[in-house]
């Protein structure tokens, strides 16, 4: 079993960040977005603009939250099934065309870092503020299609993780723009 991390290509593919930044990311992103807190009853209409790239991505780059993934009205149609329960679809719309695209707020969070086998980055006080190798507790991440972890008893806000089925899933449908960065292998060191 492999643990991915989910990332947008950027290669041209379209990237976007709030239209009205300032106030929208502080009324609905700031210290909300990495929280396992529903948020759907809370959101507003909140509007996106394209400022850079030119080919249509299912999972664009989105630069007003931190690892926060983006996808098409097409990608949460092929997603949903899968980790629907897992996680809250929160809209955006493009400025230029009332697209509709998604926020995956991931809810499903875990204490699932194998602490003797990662290496993590560490500031000079010592402090855990991040992974430079992860590993996972089998146990705990077998049956997750999707999820964030817990870091020095902290979301990890920066990283989502899939499983091979939902990587799976993606590949053989027509999504663009998703790539895959393997970050652990339940079969290395067994």
Request: proline share 3%; net charge negative; hydrophobic share 40%.
């Amino acid at each position: 079993m492999k643990i991915w991390v989910l990332k947008s290509v950027l290669d041209n593919y379209e990237s976007f960040q709030l239209l009205n930044f300032e106030e929208d990311h502080k009324k609905y992103i700031d210290g909300k977005i990495n929280s396992i807190t529903h948020l759907t009853n809370s959101w507003g209409k909140i509007y996106i603009e394209c400022i850079e790239g030119d080919n249509h991505s299912d999972l664009p780059k989105f630069w007003g939250g931190t690892g926060t993934p983006m996808i098409s009205e097409k990608a949460k149609q092929v997603l949903e099934p899968l980790i629907g329960d897992n996680v809250e679809f929160l809209p955006l719309l493009r400025n230029s065309t009332s697209e509709v695209y998604y926020l995956v707020h991931v809810l499903n969070v875990l204490d699932a870092i194998d602490g003797d086998k990662a290496i993590f980055k560490k500031l000079i006080t010592g402090l855990i503020v991040g992974c430079e190798k992860f590993a996972f507790d089998f146990n705990i991440v077998q049956n997750e299609m999707i999820f964030k972890v817990y870091i020095n008893g902290k979301i990890h806000p920066t990283v989502v993780f899939i499983s091979d089925e939902l990587k799976a899933l993606i590949e053989q449908s027509e999504l663009k723009g998703f790539e895959f960065i393997e970050v652990w292998d339940s079969e290395e060191g067994a």
